[in-house]
Structure formats: C-alpha cells, structure tokens
C-alpha cells in the first residue's frame, strides 16, 4: 500500500498544453505539499495545505494552481505549460504542518514532467 | 536565499567504510534538522532528526552531529552498504508566519565503491 501516490508518474507535453498531477495519501495526515525538483536535485517546496486549507505559497507563477478537494488529496493543476516548467514533481504529506520531530515528511515517488 | 547548503556534491566511499556528509546553514534561528535520502527515481525517505538541543543523535547504522557554534550538521553512515547508494539531503526548519516549512539543501551523491 503506497502512503502517498501521485499520477502520472511521467508526462511528456508541448508547450503551452494545461496539464494536472493528482496525488493522494492514506496516512490520515493533515498537511499535505508539493515539492519541486529540478535537473541539479535541488528540492524546493510550492504549497503546502492542511485540512484543504493553502498555508504555504512559495513565490511561484500564477498558472501554477493546487486544489484540495479534501484533506487527503492535493491536485497540482498547470496551465500554459513552459519549458521550464520541467522538472520532478513531488506530492509530500506530514501529521500537521509544524515542522518538529515527530513529524514526518512523507514522500510520493514524484511526476516526471517534460515540456517539449 | 535557501540558508542550507553543502560541503561537497559527491562522495565516493570504500565498501565497508564510514561515509560522512556534511551539510552547511545559515540561520541559526533554526531549531529543527532532518536528513533525507533519495535513491534513483523515488522520492526523499526520512533518515534521521535532531533538534538544536541536541548536538548527537543515533540511530540504525546513522549519526547526526550537530554544531550550532559553526552552524554544521553531519550525517555519519557506518560501514556504507551498496543500498546506501543515493542522493542524501540535509533540511532544516524555517518558520512561516503561523506554519513552519522545511527547507532542503541541494544534495550529496554517494556513491559506493565495491
């Protein structure tokens, strides 16, 4: 049973193409985020929701739009897709939303999204 | 900027030696650290944490050392396996108006000679 799954794990799109990334997870937790990594493996986090609420928005671009639709699913949704909006994709989910011991980050596998 | 960096990039050790990766921060109003690995084409696992009252702690083959003076934390693997082949993170604690957020630094390959 995969704690947090996200799909499609790869995607491959043209440029100017709105794509979505579902991800959902079975852990119970409150919190749940999206990560993003690019080619040099830097790790940089977009949003971060608890109980379907956005408490984290990092400086990201406006076609860019997570949905909560409950707490255990966060949809990243992208419109007007660019080149450099290629990257790994990671769905993440916590307990709650402090950062403390004891409260795991937990990890999907990641969306590999290729813009040609 | 993100505050958490790193010493070296890569890292090969000998089968059977102690790896040590180091990692670098900035803010030293930061009270929470955690190490992640991540292996080829999954995302980052939990290794291990420490908060800044501690200056060690251990876990299953894994140490994390701490110095707050020098602002260094260090993720100590004895005798490194081939299964510790990964990309390892060290991530600190960053607080966000009322949340708190996780800042990750940009990584060390390990890499495991036989």
């Known amino acids: 049973d995969t704690a947090v799954s996200q799909t499609p794990k790869y995607l491959v799109t043209q440029m100017g193409n709105d794509k979505s990334i579902k991800c959902e997870q079975n852990l119970g937790h409150d919190t749940m985020y999206w990560y993003k990594q690019d080619s040099k493996k830097f790790l940089k986090i977009m949003f971060s929701y608890n109980n379907k609420e956005l408490i984290i928005n990092e400086t990201v671009p406006n076609r860019f739009s997570p949905k909560s639709p409950d707490k255990a699913h966060l949809n990243l949704h992208i419109n007007s897709l660019e080149l450099g909006d290629s990257a790994v994709y990671f769905c993440a989910s916590s307990r709650t939303f402090q950062g403390e011991a004891g409260n795991t980050i937990y990890f999907g596998e990641g969306s590999w999204l290729t813009v040609v | 900027g993100e505050s958490v960096g790193l010493h070296l990039p890569t890292l090969s050790v000998q089968e059977g030696d102690n790896s040590i990766i180091n990692c670098a921060y900035s803010n030293s109003a930061s009270d929470y650290f955690i190490w992640y690995k991540q292996e080829s084409g999954k995302g980052p696992q939990f290794i291990i944490d420490i908060r800044s009252n501690m200056d060690k702690r251990q876990g299953q083959r894994v140490t994390v050392l701490l110095n707050k003076t020098v602002k260094h934390l260090s993720l100590q693997i004895a005798a490194t396996q081939p299964g510790d082949s990964a990309v390892y993170f060290c991530?600190?604690?960053?607080?966000?108006?009322?949340?708190?957020?996780?800042?990750f630094g940009s990584g060390t390959r390990l890499s495991i000679r036989p």
């Open positions: 991530a600190e604690k960053q607080a966000y108006s009322s949340a708190s957020k996780i800042i």
